[in-house]
T-cell receptor, first 114, second 111 residues
Framework: NAGVTQTPKFQVLKTGQSMTLQCAQD?????MYWYRQDPGMGLRLIYY???????DKGEVPNGYNVSRLNKREFSLRLESAAPSQTSVYFC?????????????FGSGTRLTVV | KQEVTQIPAALSVPEGENLVLNCSFT??????LQWFRQDPGKGLTSLLL?????REQTSGRLNASLDKSSGRSTLYIAASQPGDSATYLC??????????FGKGTTLSVSS
């Protein structure tokens, strides 16, 4: 099925460990995004990539890095995980179409940092 | 800084009722507004997208309106069903940025 694929779906890390969350889309979208969702906080933008080769910080970028590997893939890296980074992470992509900018979200990665 | 607020935070209704979810935003300079649905433990599903030049969009039992000048949008759900139980998220897109989300309204429809 066409859409946004995130891996892994679940992950438990120890404080200080590093990991990379992977995201790939097969809709030929130019723009991709990483959000985190926390109870009572809603979805907050971490980083986004308006097009291949560009990345920009969102509302909560501290502690994260991103790589837009190619048009399809946008990864999020935690260099030294902290308990405050326990969250659900969503990747999304968007493209301007007939009805405007439509967004497609992945199913999320549930990360726990202990 | 754009802020998106959704009221109420939670809503419980019996099956068959018509209901309205509210969304407000502080800066009217938006490109579009989008309503999403999120089921527990799942990702987001786009329901309706309203361009800044539009007043409303309809899909089946859902109708979303937009009043950009007053910074408000409503999502109307007709003849609610238990399968409509989910969290509904409102998000706006400004120039050159990604979506800015409200915290959502959690809807429970009882049979």
């Amino acid at each position: 099925n066409a859409g946004v694929t995130q891996t892994p779906k679940f992950q438990v890390l120890k404080t200080g460990q590093s990991m990379t969350l992977q995201c790939a889309q097969d809709m030929n979208h130019n723009s991709m995004y990483w959000y985190r969702q926390d109870p009572g906080m809603g979805l907050r933008l971490i980083y986004y990539s308006a097009s291949e080769g560009t990345t920009d910080k969102g509302e909560v970028p501290n502690g994260y890095n991103v790589s837009r590997l190619n048009k399809r893939e946008f990864s999020l890296r935690l260099e030294s995980a902290a308990p405050s980074q326990t969250s659900v992470y969503f990747c999304a992509s968007s493209e301007y179409g007939r009805t405007g900018y439509g967004y497609t979200f992945g199913s999320g990665t549930r990360l726990t940092v202990v | 800084k754009q802020e998106v607020t959704q009221i109420p935070a939670a809503l419980s209704v019996p099956e068959g009722e018509n209901l309205v979810l509210n969304c407000s935003f502080t800066d009217s300079a938006i490109y579009n507004l989008q309503w999403f649905r999120q089921d527990p433990g799942k990702g987001l599903t786009s329901l309706l997208l309203i361009q800044s030049s539009q007043r409303e969009q309809t899909s089946g039992r859902l109708n979303a309106s937009l009043d950009k000048s007053s910074g408000r949008s409503t999502l109307y759900i007709a003849a609610s069903q238990p399968g409509d139980s989910a969290t509904y998220l409102c998000a706006v897109r400004e120039a050159g940025t990604a979506l800015i989300f409200g915290k959502g309204t959690t809807l429970s429809v009882s049979s």
